[in-house]
């Protein structure tokens, strides 16, 4: 193979991944990001105002198919033991249904706090 096929196809190469990198949906990025900032919250650490907060969450969007203690159309949710990124990925998810992409990891850290 000829020296100028060799740098040709180098720069082909070169530019292909550049042309991924930039048309690639930046979303994907954006969610890892979320994700970094795991905020871990102990019994003596409650904030009230951040239960108040849970609750209207939970009321507004999981209550017409959650109760907190007994079963509705989907499982009781008081006393659920998962963190904030799992229960976060879930929700977003199309396992999840209806998906809930306007809530932020802060969203989901206040819900668990209300239900705990």
Do not use: W
Not at 22 to 44: H, R, T
Not at 51 to 60: D, M, N, Q, Y
Request: charged share 25%.
């Amino acid at each position: 193979m000829r020296i100028g096929n060799k740098i040709f196809i180098s720069y082909l190469i070169v530019a292909l991944t550049l042309g991924f990198v930039v048309l690639y949906d930046s979303k994907v990025f954006k969610e890892e990001i979320a994700y970094c900032a795991v905020q871990d919250f102990g019994e003596g650490l409650v904030d009230e105002e951040k239960i108040r907060e849970g609750k209207k969450l939970f009321k507004s969007l999981c209550a017409s198919c959650h109760k907190l203690n007994k079963k509705l159309v989907g499982p009781a949710l008081g006393g659920l033991e998962m963190d904030s990124v799992r229960l976060y990925k879930y929700l977003i998810s199309k396992k999840h249904t209806p998906t809930f992409p306007q809530l932020t990891q802060e969203n989901i850290i206040e819900i668990l706090k209300y239900t705990k």
